[in-house]
């Protein structure tokens, strides 16, 4: 079974500073790869995803990620923080399957704190 | 453009009472997911259905059931709630072969 693991379920920023989410994946072959935004009271958004294509994926709101199979990472990153960042952040797998159908197994979430 | 509508957004519910949640996917979607995010917790996957068949089935208790419509909306009907069924059902949709799902803003349940 596929699953990712989020390293930190809280993590506390500098307005400005670089933000850091770490997200290792498990998987028998690399698979469909990717993070969500949850703000306060709603729904999921999706930041980015990596689907076989290029390894750095650019998302929304400054967002990137790398996905890198020797690692089995695929990191969120942001140049410098503001403080509408603050939100959960989830990382999520789903199986590079053929069929039209894909759960999506998400990680426990990294709550992300903004400091003036 | 459109997105998942899920309705109602808020529903309160007394133990052992029934609910109904429904989910509208986007035009043209025919798959549908719902999933349970407990407070604090990650979204976890309940169901989904393929062109009106069930999918896949994760984690939903026997006291849910679901089912997909010819218009391809989804009814979540959750019988004899108990206080652990307090969450936020997300409902998501996709194509077939479609590399991601778009959530809707989700129902929050509380059960008193």
């Known amino acids: 079974a596929q699953s990712v693991t989020q390293l930190g379920s809280h993590v506390s920023v500098s307005e400005g500073a670089l933000v850091l989410l770490r997200c290792n994946y498990s998987s028998s072959v690399p698979p469909y790869l990717f993070w969500y935004v949850q703000y306060p009271n709603q729904g999921l958004q999706l930041l980015l995803k990596y689907t076989s294509a290029a390894t750095l994926v650019k998302g929304i709101n400054g967002f990137e990620a790398e996905f890198k199979k020797s690692e089995t990472s695929f990191h969120l990153t942001k140049p410098s923080a503001h403080m509408s960042d603050a939100a959960e952040y989830f990382c999520a797998v789903s199986p590079k399957a053929t069929g039209g159908y894909q759960k999506v197994t998400f990680g426990i979430g990294t709550k992300l704190q903004v400091i003036p | 453009a459109a997105g998942v509508i899920q309705s109602p957004r808020h529903l309160i519910k007394e133990k052992r009472e029934t609910a109904t949640l429904k989910c509208y996917p986007i035009p043209r979607h025919d798959t549908v997911y719902w999933y349970q995010q407990g407070p604090g917790q990650d979204p976890q996957f309940l169901i989904s259905f393929y062109e009106k068949m069930q999918s896949d089935k994760g984690s939903i208790p026997d006291r849910f059931s679901a089912q997909q419509f010819s218009d391809y909306h989804s009814e979540l009907n959750m019988s004899s709630l108990e206080l652990g069924d307090s969450a936020l059902y997300f409902c998501?949709?996709?194509?077939?072969?479609?590399?991601?799902?778009?959530f809707g803003p989700g129902t929050r349940l509380t059960v008193t």
């Open positions: 998501a949709s996709s194509t077939q072969g479609a590399r991601e799902q778009y």
